[in-house]
């Protein structure tokens, strides 16, 4: 069992910059892969980035490129996002995911552990 703690949300305006965190229970082979989502009300919940713990590799949702970064920091079990140049379109409650697979893991269904969320607003 992992548990997963997102932090870091907020209200901001449009052009500012956040830096989400989830901290993990524990690194196991359900962690091999972190990602990061975010459902917006009344959409679907969409991938926003991924990143495997060993190697460190990471992959973004097209509408985040270039302006989302995610990192991970071993010693803390924690994972990161970063995010800059905020629009009103990124506002959405932004959930921390961990999966046993490796690779490009992009859907949802592959991951088995969720944190419970935390709200980004962004004001136009």
């Known amino acids: 069992q992992v548990q997963l703690v997102e932090s870091g949300g907020g209200l901001v305006q449009a052009g500012a910059n956040l830096r989400l965190s989830c901290a993990a229970s524990a690194r196991t082979r359900s962690t091999n892969t972190m990602g990061w989502f975010r459902q917006a009300p009344g959409k679907e919940r969409e991938f926003v980035a991924g990143?495997?713990?060993?190697?460190?590799?990471?992959y973004y949702a097209d509408s985040v490129k270039g302006r989302f970064t995610i990192s991970r920091d071993y010693a803390k079990n924690s994972v990161y996002l970063q995010m800059n140049s905020l629009k009103p379109e990124d506002t959405a409650v932004y959930y921390c995911a961990a999966s046993p697979h490796f690779g490009r893991v992009i859907a949802g269904n592959e991951y088995a552990y969720w944190g419970q969320g935390t709200q980004v607003t962004v004001s136009s």
């Open positions: 990143i495997n713990w060993s190697g460190g590799s990471t």
